[in-house]
């Protein structure tokens, strides 16, 4: 439950004192002095990455090796044995797949992909560190049908719920699919993650079995969202599938629901520094499972060389 000296207090009961969204106390690029320029990452993107909270990589596999991907998330959208696992959550409207947790212990495909070099040079230099997988999952929305995700920082979550005690860690967000301005693409909000917004509300036993199929605790009020908004504008980068987006785990984010006809799949690999694993959860009465917050696998990743024909 929450510590004294935490950093980034939140799920403040709701008589307590309102605490007005702060400057984060952690950088934003963990790679010091002469360390930060040591990877794949020039002085212009870093420096749109301190500045947005997140960078985007039109095309940066041929999308025509993510049909594989997709399909096999479809073969485990038949697999009844998988439905009924917790790893899956069901959209509470249409009772489709909304999510898949911990991918890339369930197929190697997926597992091979977090350790693509090019990813994981950029994701290395970013935090400074050795990496390890702290969180992979598919967001799904079908045609017509696919629901949104509400406006939330993950660090937020994360640091509440698992127990992450610093802003160390960066999405990588793969896109299965063609995201375009139809499907509900990710929207983003730049320069918000320079800001923690504790949120109201104390977290529920079990709150993870709700709150992944439609989040209510965890997320920012109106008003500091309009404030970020205003201040940052909204940015939803669009392209084809194969594109690559990094996000830092502070950058508020949020999708609307898809009301067109073609899906849209995107692919999230969590990377956290080696160098902030989990603690005790700063907001909740007990851990997540590990497939939501690792805590048992936590080496550090290995380069895996065999993608030549993704680029």
């Keep these: 439950m929450r510590q004294s000296n935490d950093a980034y207090p939140?799920?403040?009961?709701?008589?307590?004192?309102?605490?007005?969204?702060?400057?984060?106390?952690d950088p934003v690029i963990h790679s010091g002095n002469e360390y930060r320029w040591h990877g794949p990452l020039d002085?212009?993107?870093?420096?749109?990455?301190?500045?947005d909270g997140f960078l985007w990589f039109e095309g940066f596999f041929n999308q025509e090796r993510m049909a594989p991907f997709f399909d096999e998330l479809r073969e485990m959208g038949q697999d009844e044995e998988m439905l009924a696992s917790d790893q899956v959550i069901q959209d509470p409207?249409?009772?489709d797949i909304r999510s898949v947790f911990a991918m890339h212990e369930l197929s190697d495909h997926f597992s091979r992909l977090t350790r693509d070099p090019r990813i994981l040079g950029m994701v290395r230099q970013l935090l400074g560190s050795e990496v390890y997988i702290h969180q992979s999952r598919i967001n799904d929305k079908l045609g017509f049908e696919g629901s949104g995700f509400y406006w939330h920082s993950d660090f937020e979550t994360w640091h509440s719920e698992d127990g992450m005690p610093r802003m160390r860690s960066v999405s990588a967000?793969?896109?299965l699919t063609d995201n375009n301005e139809f499907n509900g693409p990710l929207m983003l909000i730049?320069?918000?993650?320079?800001?923690?917004?504790?949120?109201?509300?104390?977290?529920?036993?079990l709150n993870w079995q709700e709150s992944l199929k439609s989040q209510r605790l965890g997320v920012p009020d109106q008003k500091a969202l309009a404030m970020m908004a205003n201040r940052g504008g909204i940015q939803a980068p669009k392209g084809p599938a194969g594109s690559l987006m990094l996000f830092e785990s502070n950058t508020l984010h949020a999708s609307n629901l898809n009301m067109s006809p073609w899906p849209?799949?995107?692919?999230?690999?969590?990377?956290?520094s080696v160098k902030n694993l989990l603690e005790e959860p700063y907001a909740a009465k007990s851990e997540?499972?590990?497939?939501?917050?690792a805590?048992?696998?936590?080496?550090?990743?290995?380069?895996?060389?065999?993608?030549?024909a993704l680029a």
């Design 10 to 25: 939140s799920r403040l009961k709701e008589s307590e004192d309102r605490i007005a969204p702060f400057i984060r106390t």
């Design 43 to 51: 002085e212009v993107a870093l420096s749109q990455y301190e500045r």
């Design 93 to 95: 409207n249409t009772g």
């Design 173 to 175: 967000s793969l896109m």
């Design 190 to 205: 730049p320069g918000s993650h320079h800001y923690f917004i504790p949120c109201v509300g104390e977290t529920p036993d």
């Design 264 to 272: 849209r799949s995107n692919l999230f690999f969590v990377y956290n």
């Design 288 to 293: 997540r499972p590990d497939f939501l917050g």
């Design 295 to 308: 805590r048992k696998n936590t080496a550090p990743l290995t380069m895996h060389d065999d993608f030549p």
